[in-house]
Nanobody, 120 residues
Framework: QVQLVESGGGLVQAGGSLKLSCAASGSRFSINVMAWYRQAPGKQRELVAKITSGDSTNYADSVKGRFTISRDSAKNTVYLQMDSLKPEDTAVYYC??????????????WGQGTQVTVSS
């Protein structure tokens, strides 16, 4: 099994910045994909950004140019640097990982979520 621990959410004014972190821990696993999703009240959960083991990245159109996803493979940690935040970025942000465990099959894991609130 893989456990995910997120940190870095909070309250920020529009135009400000926040950095989210998500650390994966466990035994005998290798990470294929790390990503951030978000869910605003009354809306579906949506992909914000993802990064693969080969460092290929994808972003939602709404965050391109403002958010940057990165990872530290040695620490099994993914980061989301969020700049020029807007009130519409307010949501619960979830870390998501696809990992191969014990060299067998792959599994999907979700973090507990961290609240990001952007005030206007």
């Amino acid at each position: 099994q893989v456990q995910l621990v997120e940190s870095g959410g909070g309250l920020v004014q529009a135009g400000g910045s926040l950095k989210l972190s998500c650390a994966a821990s466990g035994s005998r696993f290798s990470i294929n994909v790390m990503a951030w999703y978000r869910q605003a009240p009354g809306k579906q959960r949506e992909l914000v950004a993802k990064i693969t083991s080969g460092d290929s990245t994808n972003y939602a159109d709404s965050v391109k140019g403002r958010f940057t996803i990165s990872r530290d493979s040695a620490k099994n940690t993914v980061y989301l640097q969020m700049d020029s935040l807007k009130p519409e970025d307010t949501a619960v942000y979830y870390c998501y990982v696809i990992a191969r465990v014990a060299e067998l099959r792959t599994y999907q894991y979700w973090g507990q979520g961290t609240q990001v609130t952007v005030s206007s």
